[in-house]
Structure formats: structure tokens, C-alpha cells
């Protein structure tokens, strides 16, 4: 497959303005005194240079503040290089920032079809996608309502139904999955292999690691505004985690003065890793009647007790809990982004209780894997894997296999008569 997309040794800075004057009369007074403000450049993106050919699907990951957007915009055209060059082949469609293109006092209907103009049809052609986009995004009644009515999840559905629709060459996307209800996400996740194999080029970041391990042709790992590495996405999620480390280490350098190893709670096996500015201090496993518990039957209810301490003050905390098989396959991931906006004040201890009403697994051993994290997930305050295991028991159904208990019932059909099976 041709190139469609080369990025030549590029970079991009932003000029800073330092001791900006705050009222008139400073600007005055410094304007008088023939002082200049002083300025510093600040590098988001140095020396980043790949390929894209037709047909792949490109991730690229990183923390906060790595340069993901600032590169995404680049290449979109929406902003340009301080240094290097960007070639494009073929149309380019974006979906930057939710809504943005979008008139806040126009209709959905009405913008879907400015933004098919501006995207280089005509008027008629616009028209012609119309309905088809309007059937597509769901908005049923709402698209003749204006935008700025909209939720960030309608936003999410009419622009990417307006991007997908006016057929791009290639579709730049940042982030915009984070937000809308799942069943829509995994529609454009449809989309997005679709369009990958109509032979069409897609360029996106994510933070699920799911996401980019499954879409994924190639992945970039940027850090700081360099790239580490491109390469298959095991490799390149493997490069992300352990700079996840290294940023935890510095961290707890930072905050303690020296690292040490990683302490793990008594009795317990597995790996923990964090800057243990707030730690999780013991997991505990309950029944539905609110029992200890060490296994469960399979289907049978489970609340989980995570007890936390703050160990050095922190704002909030982001959480995450995963349940995984002894191969390390997940089975369930659920994750609170803000404990603040979920519960309120944080205190300094206390606890925080998960219930799953079932949990439909085949029987074997599985691992909760938890996690504090600050709420930007840039490192982790104390995450444990396998370090707190259940054993789901039961009868293993013959001729199964995989990860839930599902129960099925077989049945035959002879001519007009069915027959019960097992």
C-alpha cells in the first residue's frame, strides 16, 4: 500500500508570556519604561517523524501533556509545523474537539450540512447524506434543535456521523470515544473497521488500551513531546506502562525523598507498585448477606471492600477495578474517574464498597486487580495485581470453555416437532 501520510522531523512550540502585566496602567507603566515582556518558547512536539500508509490504522498514546492533540492538529492541517513538513494524500476528515466546527445557535440539520460544504461538497451531495447521517447519529427529533442544547454524547453522535459519512481518505480522531453511552461507541468502533477495510486511513488516540491493542495496526509512544517508539501495539502499550513506572518513581522521589521497593500487604502475593501518596490498605470479599468470603459460586452475587488511607494530601483520586483469570485475561474493568464528583469530600481513610449483583464466571480462580490513581492517570498512587484472589466454584459444564457461565440450553427441530436437547 502507497504512503498517504509522512511526517518529516516535525516539531511545534508556543510562545509563553512571562510577568504579563494584570491592569491597563501596568502595560502603561511597562510601555513608558520601554520594558518588553518576556517570552519563553516551549517545545509540545520535537523531531517526530513516521509514516501512514492506505488502509492502516494508526494509534498514538500517551500521559497528559505528552503532545497527542498538539500532533493530531498537526496533522489535520488545523495547526502547522514550527519545523519539519507533513505530506497528504487523499482527503483528510477530523474529529478534534466535540462541536468544533459547529454553530452553537444552528440546528444539527443545519450544521451537518454547512460542515458537508465545508468539507468540499456540494450542496446537493450534502443533502443527498442527509438522512443517512441523521439515521446514523440517532438524534431523532433533536437534530432540528440547536447544539448548544446538546449533551457532550449528542455532540460525540452527530460530529462523528458527520466525519464518517463525508467519506475522508483519512479520519483523525482525538479522544472523542471518552464520552456517549457504550452501545454508540462500539457503533463507531464498528465504523472504524469498516472504514479500515474499505481501505481508508485512520489516525487516533485513545486511552483504552483495549481500544489501541484491537484497532491497532502500529502505535506511537509519545512522552513529553518526543516519540519513544512506533512499533505493534504489545510492544508499544508494554513501552507506555513502563514509562507509567518511571513517572511513579519519579514521583515518589519527589514526594518522600528517595524510592524504595515496594512494600506488599502481609500475606499476600502478586506485584504493587505505586508512589503510595494515598494506598490501599486491605481487600476485602462479602457475600450477598455480608459474609467474609474467599470464593462464591458461580453467578452468585460479590461486594468488593476496598479500604484506602491518604498517606500525603491529595485532591482526588481516580480508581480502578479489573477482574482477570489466572492467564491474565480480563474478564471486567470498571473504573471511577473523579471520587470527588462520585462521593463527594475525600476523607483521610475510609472505605469503598463495589457491588456486582452476579458474577456469571465458569468456575476457577480469578484476581481483582485494583488501583488509585491521581485523576489525570499520569502515574499511580498504589495499584495491586494479582494480589487478591477468589475462587469461583460450581459444576464446570462439559463441552465449555472460555471466561462467563452462560447455562446454555440445546434443542433440535425434527420436521414440525421440536425435540428438548441438552
Not at 490504522?57 to 498538539?70: C, D, E, P, R, W
Request: hydrophobic share 40%; aromatic share 8%; with cysteine.
Amino acid at each position: 500500500m502507497s504512503k498517504v501520510l509522512i511526517l518529516e522531523s516535525v516539531s511545534k512550540s508556543f510562545s509563553v508570556q512571562r510577568n504579563r502585566p494584570l491592569t491597563i496602567r501596568e502595560l502603561l507603566v511597562q510601555s513608558l519604561l520601554g520594558r518588553e515582556s518576556k517570552k519563553h518558547t516551549v517545545w509540545a512536539l520535537r523531531d517526530i517523524s513516521f509514516s501512514v500508509r492506505q488502509g492502516q490504522v494508526l494509534g498514538i498514546i500517551g500521559h497528559n501533556g505528552a503532545g497527542k492533540s498538539t500532533l493530531l492538529r498537526l496533522i489535520s492541517g488545523v495547526s502547522y509545523p514550527t519545523r519539519g513538513h507533513i505530506k497528504r494524500f487523499g482527503r483528510i476528515g477530523s474529529l478534534l474537539e466535540l462541536g468544533t466546527g459547529f454553530h452553537p445557535d444552528m440546528t444539527g440539520r443545519e450544521n451537518l450540512l454547512t460542515a458537508g460544504i465545508l468539507n468540499g461538497l456540494t450542496s446537493r451531495q450534502a443533502k443527498m447524506l442527509e438522512e443517512e447521517i441523521v439515521e446514523f447519529s440517532e438524534l431523532g427529533e433533536f437534530i432540528d434543535q440547536p447544539v448548544r442544547t446538546y449533551s457532550s454524547g449528542m455532540y460525540l453522535r452527530l460530529a462523528f456521523s458527520v466525519a464518517i459519512h463525508f467519506d475522508p481518505d483519512i479520519l483523525v480522531v482525538d479522544e472523542v470515544l471518552a464520552v456517549g453511552d457504550l452501545r454508540f461507541q462500539q457503533k463507531c468502533l464498528e465504523r472504524f473497521r469498516a472504514f479500515k477495510n474499505a481501505g481508508k486511513t485512520l489516525v487516533f488516540t485513545s486511552h483504552s488500551i483495549d481500544q489501541v491493542k484491537n484497532l491497532c495496526d502500529e502505535v506511537v509512544v509519545l512522552e513529553e513531546g518526543r516519540m519513544v517508539m512506533i512499533g505493534d501495539p504489545q510492544s508499544a502499550i508494554d513501552c507506555y506502562n513502563e514509562l507509567m513506572r518511571e513517572r511513579t518513581e519519579r514521583q515518589k522521589a519527589r514526594v518522600f525523598g528517595k524510592v524504595e521497593e515496594q512494600a506488599v500487604l502481609a500475606g499476600k502475593q502478586g506485584k504493587r507498585l505505586g508512589t503510595h501518596e494515598a494506598v490501599i490498605t486491605d481487600v476485602c470479599f462479602y457475600d450477598t448477606r455480608g459474609r467474609a468470603i474467599s470464593g462464591l459460586g458461580s453467578g452468585e452475587g460479590l461486594t468488593v471492600e476496598l479500604k484506602y488511607r491518604i498517606v500525603n494530601p491529595v485532591g482526588d483520586l481516580a480508581l480502578i477495578l479489573g477482574i482477570y483469570d489466572e492467564g491474565n485475561t480480563k474478564c471486567f474493568e470498571t473504573h471511577i474517574p473523579s471520587f470527588r464528583e462520585a462521593f463527594g469530600s475525600l476523607g483521610k481513610q475510609g472505605s469503598i464498597f463495589c457491588s456486582i449483583p452476579e458474577l456469571p464466571l465458569l468456575p476457577g480462580r480469578y484476581y481483582l486487580n485494583l488501583g488509585l490513581y491521581p485523576p489525570d492517570w499520569d502515574y499511580v498512587y498504589d495499584y495491586h495485581w494479582q494480589m487478591h484472589g477468589i475462587d469461583v466454584v460450581g459444576k464446570r459444564l462439559p463441552h465449555a470453555s472460555g471466561i462467563v457461565s452462560l447455562n446454555p440450553v440445546w434443542s433440535v427441530c425434527n420436521g414440525n416437532e421440536d425435540v428438548a436437547g441438552r
